[in-house]
């Protein structure tokens, strides 16, 4: 599995690590698997005594309203973070420049920071939303909001839940939620290739070769799937080798007073 990528640079006289932490409906990779990369990761860091900073969600502002998939992942984002860091958490809107009025992406926005399902309850706990002009001044006036952030970084609620489950990701919050989702999609999948066997085994001939492909790749699906969930019962302990490797080659040499950031897009 890739670890995460990430770039170091200086702001205020600090050492900031900025990890590109791709979102949860990242197209090229499932949910269960960026979980499982971000869950390595943190607990390698964890086990070095070194916490994230901050986080920063990225979302466009342009474009139709939020949809359900959409508020299914700030769900999960949230329980990655806990709302006891939810003070860490920058929510920043971006593509600003597409909108025909400014006072359309402004709406959007309040009404995303009030709705509960939507933003309001990352905010209601110290959460910041804030316009991001998609440059480098922004960017960095973004990180310099969690610069300036008094607390001191403290585990967010996936590294406590997992060291209180023996480092088992599907017993941890996000990992009950990715699982439900999984059993969701998995029961859909095995209703859809029984259809599918139903009408071969009655086809003499015409679509026979149409529908085994059909088969062929509800089974693949299928097996993906199981995949998932095998992936995520597993420990991390089971992992060892790969937490070493993420927290030296990949991130480099971190010290306690490096401020680390998460970004999701």
Same mark, same amino acid.
């Given at each position: 599995?890739?670890?995460i990528?990430?770039?170091?640079y ?7 690590t ?5 979102g949860?409906d ?6 269960a ?13 964890g086990?070095?005594g070194?916490y994230?900073s ?5 979302q466009?502002?342009?474009g139709?309203?939020?949809q ?6 700030i ?15 920058i929510l ?8 025909k009025?400014?006072k ?15 933003w ?8 910041q ?7 480098k ?10 610069l ?9 609620q ?19 939620r ?13 209703g ?5 066997r139903?009408k ?9 070769s149409?529908? @085994? %492909? &059909?088969?062929d $790749? #509800? /089974? =693949?699906?299928?097996?993906k799937l @199981? %995949? &998932?969930?095998? $992936? #995520? /019962? =597993? ?5 060892q080798?790969?937490?070493e490797? #993420?927290?030296?080659a990949?991130v ?8 680390l950031?998460m970004?999701?897009?």
């Amino acid at each position: 599995m890739a670890g995460i990528p990430c770039c170091t640079y200086k702001q205020n006289g600090k050492k900031i690590t900025l990890l590109d932490t791709p979102g949860f409906d990242d197209a090229s990779r499932s949910s269960a698997e960026i979980l499982e990369n971000i869950a390595n990761f943190l607990s390698g860091i964890g086990d070095q005594g070194i916490y994230l900073s901050g986080i920063i969600l990225l979302q466009p502002i342009q474009g139709v309203e939020m949809q359900g998939s959409e508020k299914k992942l700030i769900r999960l984002i949230e329980d990655v973070v806990g709302k006891d860091n939810f003070e860490r958490v920058i929510l920043a809107t971006t593509q600003w420049n597409k909108l025909k009025s400014k006072k359309e992406g402004l709406s959007k926005q309040e009404k995303w920071k009030a709705e509960k399902n939507c933003w309001g309850g990352m905010v209601e706990h110290g959460a910041q939303v804030v316009k991001h002009d998609d440059n480098k001044s922004s960017a960095r006036k973004i990180v310099g909001m969690i610069l300036d952030i008094k607390t001191p970084p403290a585990p967010l609620q996936l590294q406590l839940e997992l060291a209180a489950n023996q480092f088992a990701i599907a017993s941890t919050t996000a990992g009950i939620r990715i699982m439900e989702e999984l059993d969701k999609s998995t029961k859909n999948l095995v209703g859809k290739l029984n259809l599918a066997r139903e009408k071969q085994s009655e086809t003499v001939n015409g679509h026979g070769s149409q529908l @085994q %492909d &059909e088969v062929d $790749n #509800l /089974q =693949d699906k299928f097996k993906k799937l @199981q %995949d &998932e969930i095998n $992936n #995520l /019962q =597993d420990g991390i302990d089971n992992q060892q080798k790969q937490r070493e490797k #993420l927290k030296s080659a990949k991130v480099g040499k971190l010290t306690l007073s490096d401020r680390l950031l998460m970004k999701f897009f």
